[in-house]
């Protein structure tokens, strides 16, 4: 069993066998079986008998008007920076180290006096890309669009909607977001 060179790969696609192949750059072997570790074009070093994968830039990979999830990274007074991690409706997850910026102007279609009262760090959101260069800058305005799903400040557990708040159980604890409608209807692969 082998892949064809040049053949783009994702994270997680079968290589080859150890008995083929050493994993190189950008593979890992697991059970004797070589996988891909990242979204890119699949090599083979005939010298080292090495098993290749080189990634692609995932910035090629995502454009204007994507709709992407992503994780809350850092926030500052007026604006929140996210990790984009899938971008919808591609056959397959394309997990990508790419981060945004979404501006408190572009958080809701209602006014936002503080950012904290919208995200939180470890959030998942849903945004839609605005602008790739020269910064990536992503909005979650429109009822679709922003958290979809909450970590409890207090405790970590993902929390439950209650009407337009977020509430953890555990703690017996309200939160504000700005929320997606799909909250909590989105199924999420754990990482
Ligand atoms: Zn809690």
């Known amino acids: 069993m082998q892949v064809a060179e040049g ?15 050493m994993p190189g750059e950008g593979t890992y072997e ?20 090495e098993a290749i994968v080189e990634a692609v830039n995932p910035v090629s ?24 991690n ?15 910026t979404i501006h408190i102007s572009k958080m809701s279609d209602d006014y936002v006096d503080s950012v904290e009262a919208v995200f939180l760090k470890g959030d998942i959101v849903r945004a839609k890309v605005l602008q790739m260069d ?15 799903r909450g970590y409890c400040f207090n405790c970590r557990r993902p929390m439950e ?3 337009n708040l977020l509430y953890c159980e555990s703690c017996d604890r309200r939160e504000t977001r ?7 209807k989105i199924k999420m692969k754990s990482k």
């Open 61 to 84: 990979s995502v454009g204007i008007g994507d709709v992407v999830y992503g994780t809350i990274r850092d926030k500052r007074s007026s604006m929140a920076t996210m990790t984009i």
């Open 7 to 21: 053949k783009l790969v994702y994270p997680g696609d079968k290589l080859g066998t150890h008995e083929e192949w």
């Open 161 to 163: 909607r209650k009407g």
């Open 134 to 148: 020269p910064s990536v800058q992503l909005s979650t305005m429109g009822k679709n669009f922003g958290v979809v």
């Open 86 to 100: 899938v971008i919808e409706g591609r056959s397959r997850s394309v997990r990508t180290d790419l981060d945004g």
């Open 30 to 49: 697991e059970d004797g079986v070589i996988y891909s570790k990242v979204l890119g074009k699949v090599k083979y070093d005939e010298d080292k008998l």
């Open 178 to 184: 700005k929320l997606s409608k799909l909250y909590g």
